[in-house]
């Protein structure tokens, strides 16, 4: 039986592979490709995609998932081989569920409305993409029926991101948050004033500002063996194998802060993809839990540690060091309050840790309302307004601002917004009791030790990568699910020690 | 029947993209990936290439292809279509002879020999290397044996690089090219003190040397839009597609020529590239009629024109530009004589223009010879040393400056290298017509005026792709076929003068 398992693990490398050639062909299309490969990159990337579907789906690896599976599960619950067998099951089991021709015919009408899209984002004109999503959200109706996961439309689309976690769940979640989100939020606006992040701006070398990332990312532990980083519009992370994890980053050339807080959150996620078991690669378990695990780990270390007091100790001899005239007169908790300056705003991609999840409340919400057929598209720009004034207390001037500044919809992804704030969820339970295992925890980080930190994580998340499901994952780490509380009294001490009010606001006492 | 082209197309179409996704991840290789890299890059590639592998040999494949036959070669001789069959049969022919295990057992052999070549090489014992390379011998005469092209077994693996070529033509050739080098060699060697090449030795900065390298290039007719250039330990060029044709250069810090002619090389081989038609996209007509007409658009630009009077002419000044303190005092005719510098020297990748083809006759003789049994492995050492006392005059002082210098042999690359000295001797026969076609030609050079040369190479080579046979398009341009004598009468005429010899040497009267 061993020999099965074999040939499957053979099979599932080979759709690895495709899997892995094209992430470096997408990695390459937004760090050094030239303007005329677009065309051929996309034909390129269609015939990768295919060919690890039709292996994926071939009945070949059916059978062979029949025939191995008795033997992996007798491996028990914690192997490797069981968890194999899980995984890819889940992955085939989703791609059976698809018609081929659905699957064409999202993929066509996503390439069209991101062309849309981009021009009514440029003429702030949602006109010209409410047809598009008119037609993405029918398209992604018919592929949440095709895949029938869970009681709700819904469920299906948050599946594929999010195994096993419902909508239901989530609007649970998001409530409670909602709740203690919106009076910490009117603290902060009313002490606007309190805090200025004034001594960040300003011209700073786009060298020696990639310098700096470079060697703040060094320091966190990202091993510059099995990876790099490189520039590009839009940071990101793409692993292509657990040895060979590639970061990017952006630079603003008069605000320090985008580069360096991007490079540590995709460094985050490169942990997590470096520190998967090797054994785990070109087999199905070589990726994350879930996305909100993922962006746990990029959170976690972009706030919970590098927006807090002794990682700003920390961090500040450094940007010292690089411009020594722009920083050299900087106190310390003059620059910890000013990495934490917090407001509303409108564009969600430059929140702070606070509002970010109100942005992403609303768009969940919206979307759930439009997938589930209680919201028109034509009347979701109405909706968009109406939330922001609710949650955050302004108004978008136009749409390029407010619901046309996101490229999710246009591409399809629907069910994705949710695990951002999973994710911000999830690193504050996950930080806290990492800081009840480790003594000493903060000390060192305030000395630059990170080790401490970065081993517990890969020891209780990283290594295991896709091998438990999310839930399994933190029942074995936290003895529970998923708590918005911890996060929630994480912001509430935070930011009203940093903007001086109460923590006892809306009436919630923090634990 | 049109529809039945077109679904032959679609499937070659998916090949190609396979084959470009591999050339993404070569170029990555080559240029940005990480050390850790290397063992998952190794596996993808594998499956890149057996899944286009398996496309190609594939009884759907054949069906379609029997079924377009007629309709397609009824197009006519020149068309889209008769060259698109021709081709897709001879890859398909090419790849069906050859056993699934003879391919696996070459690729696996030469994965080793390159490790025990590497080796070999760094501590110069061949014994480490030789009973490698009798294996890759012996799977190559299985290889030849199966393809059974000619009436040779050097035959079947000359015939993949140079397609219809025959080992007696190359012989024959390079017989005369023996006959007419050796006599010019010696008469440079009795002058060596006549030039020197002292004035472009010395420290360049390497951001600098690279700037100039791409203004050169651009100058050419690169188009950047569609192609980048970057650093590698080797030079190469690598087409993903006719809109995406990437360069790369070395860069030598005390030797500016190394990384400016090298680019200048690469350069030839992309304007080729980017000048196939945009039609042949996806397609096996994408692509050069052979290495040897490759060569001999990079050779053309790289010697031809790039060694030449005029062209040092335009060249000089820029290099005045970017180094003011090491060349403002050079003069024009100082610096053409120190890029022609010849002579006798021990590795073939370093060698100038004259003394470089007789580097790849005695690779031709000595591969030629093991293949068809006239030379044992064991004794290709002493052979390599006699013809290197032979037709160079020295003696390679170690294994690791003789016959362990080149990747070649260890990478299972045997009928390859002839394919050098055939662009060389193509290189001056286009040239030489170009000229006669080309009112002003060289004066335009002089001038920094490109274009007329290359739109001549363009159209009557570059759009072609592969839709002619090396043959045929030889056939169309010269209204003949391969010809040493121009190239001789080209090295004579130059190096007569350079050098300040007679041009009759060795009896042989120039044209």
């Known amino acids: 039986m061993k020999a099965r398992f074999e040939a499957l693990k053979e099979r599932f490398a080979e759709i690895a592979d495709l899997q892995a050639a094209s992430a470096v062909l997408q990695w390459d299309q937004e760090t050094y490709m030239p303007p005329g490969g677009g065309a051929s990159r996309a034909d390129a990337l269609a015939t990768l995609q295919k060919a690890a579907h039709e292996r994926l789906v071939a009945d070949e690896t059916s059978r062979l998932l029949d025939e191995a599976e008795t033997w992996a599960r007798d491996r028990g619950p914690d192997s490797f081989e069981a968890g194999f067998l899980r ?77 096993d ?7 649970s ?16 606006v009313s002490r606007q004033d309190r805090v200025s992040n004034a001594v960040l701006c300003g011209a700073c070398g786009e060298k020696s500002q990639f310098k700096l990332c470079q060697e703040v990312v060094r320091c966190l532990g990202y091993d510059f063996d ?52 090797k054994a785990f690669n070109r087999a199905p378990l070589n990726d994350g839990a879930s996305l909100g695990v993922h962006e746990s780990q990029s959170r976690l270390w972009e706030n919970v540690v590098g927006r807090s007091r002794v990682f700003c100790a920390w961090l500040l001899p450094l940007l010292q060091k690089r411009f020594p005239k722009r920083f050299s007169g900087l106190g310390g908790e003059e620059f910890y309050r000013a990495v934490n300056k917090a407001g509303p705003s ?12 109100l942005h992403v409340l ?45 490229i999710h919809w246009a591409a399809g992804l629907v069910g994705y917004f949710p695990t951002y704030t999973l994710g911000n969820i999830l690193s504050v339970q996950f930080y806290e009791k990492a800081r009840r295992d480790i003594p000493g925890l903060e000390g060192g980080i305030a000395q630059g030790d990170f080790a401490p930190l970065r081993n517990w994580l890969g020891k209780n998340i990283h290594r295991h990568g896709r091998k438990y499901t999310p839930n399994e994952l933190l029942e074995r780490i936290l003895g529970g699910g998923l708590d918005s509380r911890p996060f929630l009294d994480y912001l509430r001490a935070k930011y009203s020690e940093i903007y001086g009010f109460n923590r006892r606001v809306s009436g919630i006492l923090t634990s």
Chains 1, 2 share one sequence.
């Not at 060979?244 to 985050?268: M, N, Q, W």
């Not at 409108?346 to 999840?357: G, K, P, Q």
Request: aromatic content about 8%; charged content about 30%.
């Open 226 to 277: 099995r990876g790099r980083q490189d520039l590009s519009a839009h940071a990101f992370t793409q692993p292509f194998s657990t040895d060979d994890v590639r970061i990017t980053t952006r630079i603003k050339k008069d605000f320090l802060p985008a580069s360096l807080y991007a490079s540590i959150h995709e460094c985050g996620h490169a942990l997590y993809a470096q520190g998967i078991d």
């Open 87 to 163: 995984a890819a099951r889940r992955d085939q089991s989703r791609a059976k569920k698809l018609p081929g021709e659905l699957v064409a015919e999202l993929a066509k009408a996503a390439s069209v409305a991101l062309e849309a899209w981009r021009e009514a984002r440029t003429r702030s004109d949602f006109s010209l993409f409410a047809p598009h999503l008119d037609k993405i959200v029918g398209l992604l109706r018919r592929k949440a029926e095709a895949l029938a996961v869970g009681e709700r439309l819904y469920d299906s689309l948050l599946d594929e991101y999010e195994p």
């Open 173 to 188: 979640a998001f409530r409670s948050l909602r709740e203690g989100l919106v009076p910490i939020v009117k603290q902060i």
């Open 362 to 406: 609303l768009r969940f919400e919206l979307e759930a309302d439009m997938i589930e057929g209680r919201l028109k598209v034509c009347d979701a720009p109405q909706a968009w307004n109406a939330k922001m004034a609710d949650y955050l207390g302004i108004t978008p001037p136009d749409h390029a601002q407010g619901i046309l500044q996101d």
């Open 346 to 357: 409108l564009i969600r991609v430059e929140a702070d840790e606070v509002t970010y999840n």
């Open 165 to 171: 976690m419902r909508t239901s769940q989530v609007e």
